[in-house]
T-cell receptor
């Protein structure tokens, strides 16, 4: 069985300060990991994905995530938040042998001016 | 433009009145699936399909049906909707069984059952 835990349901930062959205997973197999973003009243957009090529993954809009196998974590970071980053973020795991995606509960990021 | 298209985007219906939410993708993807999104629960898979005429239950299939008669279409059917099916629904597709392949999502359908 696999599961994904996003440790914070809400994160609030000031514009220009760093962003950290935390994700831990459990999986019996080597997973693929994704971060998606959902802006209000929009669909889900892929931010980045980990596919075992490199542990530090760079995505769109300045986001990056680091895969740490020993900690079973895949935290999402950005050095400097922008107002347009305000959205809900989902950490997603895919099992090695199937198409099933397991979603975390989501983290709502708020950016204050 | 490569996309997954869902219709309708918004729907209000009454308990027990059958409805269908359509999903179509133009990327020739083998895999398609339906999710529902509820606050604090992320997205949960309802049904998925690995190819034409092949469908299987996800985590929360009760009260839903699907069919996959053509590769591009994967409609979600609620035979007798109930208020607990009020939710935001997403259709997704992905090209094949590869670890590094992300899913592509539709814009969502917000369903309210009164």
């Amino acid at each position: 069985a696999q599961s994904v835990t996003q440790l914070d349901s809400h994160v609030s930062v000031s514009e220009g300060t760093p962003v950290l959205l935390r994700c831990n997973y459990s999986s019996s197999y080597s997973p693929s990991l994704f971060w998606y973003v959902q802006h209000p009243n929009k669909g889900l957009q892929l931010l980045l994905k980990y596919t075992s090529a490199a542990t530090l993954v760079k995505g769109i809009n300045g986001f990056e995530a680091e895969f740490k196998k020993s900690e079973t974590s895949f935290h999402l970071t950005k050095p400097s938040a922008h107002m347009s980053d305000a959205a809900e973020y989902f950490c997603v795991v895919r099992l090695i042998a199937g198409n099933m995606l397991t979603f975390g509960g989501g983290t709502r990021l708020m950016v204050k001016p | 433009e490569a996309q997954v298209t869902q219709n309708p985007r918004y729907l209000i219906t009454v308990t027990g009145k059958k409805l269908t939410v359509t999903c179509s993708q133009n990327m020739n993807h083998e895999y398609m699936s339906w999710y529902r999104q509820d606050p604090g629960l992320g997205l949960r898979q309802i049904y998925y399909s690995m190819n034409v005429e092949v469908t299987d239950k996800g985590d929360v299939p009760e009260g839903y049906k699907v069919s996959r008669k053509e590769k591009r279409n994967f409609p979600l059917i609620l035979e007798s909707p109930s208020p607990n099916q009020t939710s935001l629904y997403f259709c997704a597709s992905s090209p094949r069984r590869q670890m590094n392949t992300e899913a592509f999502f539709g814009q969502g359908t917000r369903l309210t059952v009164v």
